[in-house]
């Protein structure tokens, strides 16, 4: 059975917990959402010395477990160092200090204690099954052509060959302790005339809200401006593809927010919308004759990228049957210690929803915040979408972030002084963890200052270093909010190849030696 790596994660920062309280330093303010481990089978042991392993393949939790042990000894050895009585740690006399922790069938915290529970399904999860289906609308091919004049540029412009049909589904997921949870993701189907295998495209959206009312799927409706996602997918399902876009999984419950930048929930998001997508063409209407083609691709803008890139992670685990070809960066944010650092504007998001499933005592608002973004926090964070923070909050880190955290965040300090935080971010470093083989495009764009040119690059090596083919593509001149227009045509061109089974641009080379 695959290791939760949610589960993992509340493991390592249970162990941070005990280790910290030895040390008066590190102890933070009253704990008010301690982990607490329910009675298990499977004990674990975390040294300083010695790295994780289970003894099986390298999944995700195993990968990101070894990657916190130098957390583990970096809080031993200060709290040692701070005990007057210890012995200081030599190479000859290396400190080890086992933490017996029982890994169990359900571990939470108070917070995520309320989400084990979700009001949108119960019962034993069937991750992927479908629960219902409805047609929403059919789209002209001439619809779609009008819509795409609006929202790519003349360069990148290319006349509809289909009309396609959008259906709505309801699809069974798994939460963060294995519970079922159903999701709601839209199906993009192209009205081909003959039945007809096409590629299929799991596109994860950017940045739309925490709250109930900020789900992409709401966007059109609403007449909002969140990124334009049922165009931009239109537009893929006119040119042969067929799409699959998912909300994230807790719009639809108001004890949850949206798992905004939580690496697993992300991925099973994507992964069990996808499922279905497959799903669905095993008794389709007799209208539809497109079938899914075995050449499935993974794209994300964004935070998208970030959902994109651990599904990538997550799917020879979580998904094995998904035939999965290549993954696509738009923009993406996978790095979220990078984010916070480059654009303050999202950290209210992403610190109410690591609060949330993490715990209080790992992160919260009066961590980070100036006094005055403190007031009404939660419902700010709750309430706004995002075509509100940029006019409500400021990307400007001295005008949001308190200025020990921001310290600590630009001089490379957060493990010292924010050791259980550090770890959650590094646990959730998309892309990183798994999938070295599937190959990986970027599309950067050199006026991107949400995700720079730099922090792009600096990931895109680290996926070289691994031995992940990676095409990189550069965008001159080109924003964070046009990279998907800009790189439209360039995009299918790439997914089209592989799909034909052709051996993509692999520009790791000049990656590595920094050209």
Partial sequence: MPINHYRFIMIILLALLLLSACNDSLVRDAVTATPVLATGTTSVTITATTAISTGTIMTPAVAIATAMTTVVTRVITTAVTADNSATAPTATNPITASVPVTTAPALTTTAAMTASTPATATGASQPGAIVNSQLIETVAADEINRLSATFYPASNLIDSLYA????????????????????????????????????????????????????????????????????????YAGQGFIGVLPDGMSYTN???????????????????????????????????????????????????????????????????????????????????????????????????????????????????????????????????????????????????????????????????????????????????????????????????????????????????TKGEPVTYVTLPAVQHVNTRQVSFKATIAWMQGLAKGQTPQNNCAQITAGE
């Avoid at 949870?181 to 009205?191: A, K, S, V, W």
């Avoid at 039945?195 to 007449?223: F, I, K, M, N, R």
């Avoid at 403190?374 to 923070?389: G, N, R, W």
């Fill in 254 to 464: 108001p004890d949850r927010p949206q798992e905004y930048f939580i690496a697993e929930l992300e991925a099973h998001t994507l992964l069990d919308a996808t499922r279905a997508g497959y799903a669905f063409f095993a008794k389709p209407p007799a209208v539809i004759k497109a079938r899914p083609q075995d050449a499935l691709f993974f794209a994300g803008y964004s935070n998208g990228g970030h959902t994109a890139f651990a599904a990538k992670d997550f799917a020879a685990e979580y998904a094995p049957e998904l035939p999965l070809r290549g993954v696509i960066s738009h923009g993406a944010t996978t790095n979220v210690e990078a984010l916070l650092r480059e654009s303050p504007i999202f950290t209210p998001y992403l610190i109410y929803a690591y609060r949330h499933f993490f715990g209080a005592d790992v992160i919260g608002p009066e961590d980070v915040f100036l006094d005055d973004w403190l007031p009404s926090f939660d419902q700010d964070a709750l309430t706004k979408c995002v075509d509100d923070i940029f006019v409500y909050y400021t990307n400007d880190p001295q005008g949001m972030y308190r200025p020990e955290f921001r310290t600590a965040l630009f001089d490379g300090q957060l493990l010292d002084q924010y050791p259980l935080f550090k770890t959650v971010l590094d646990a959730n470093y998309a892309g990183t963890f798994g999938g070295f083989t599937i190959p990986a495009a970027f599309f950067q764009g050199t006026a991107d200052y949400v995700v720079t040119p730099e922090s792009q690059q600096s990931f895109a090596k680290l996926l070289c």
């Fill in 164 to 235: 396609v049909d959008i259906y709505r589904l309801t699809v069974q997921s798994t939460d963060e302790l294995g519970a079922a949870i159903n999701i709601q993701t839209d199906l993009f189907i192209p009205r081909v005339g003959r039945e007809t295998a096409l590629p299929v495209l799991g596109y994860a959206p950017g940045t739309t809200g925490l709250g109930d009312g900020c789900p992409p799927s709401q966007e059109y409706a609403s007449d909002r401006q969140w990124g334009g996602y049922r165009t931009h997918m239109l537009s």
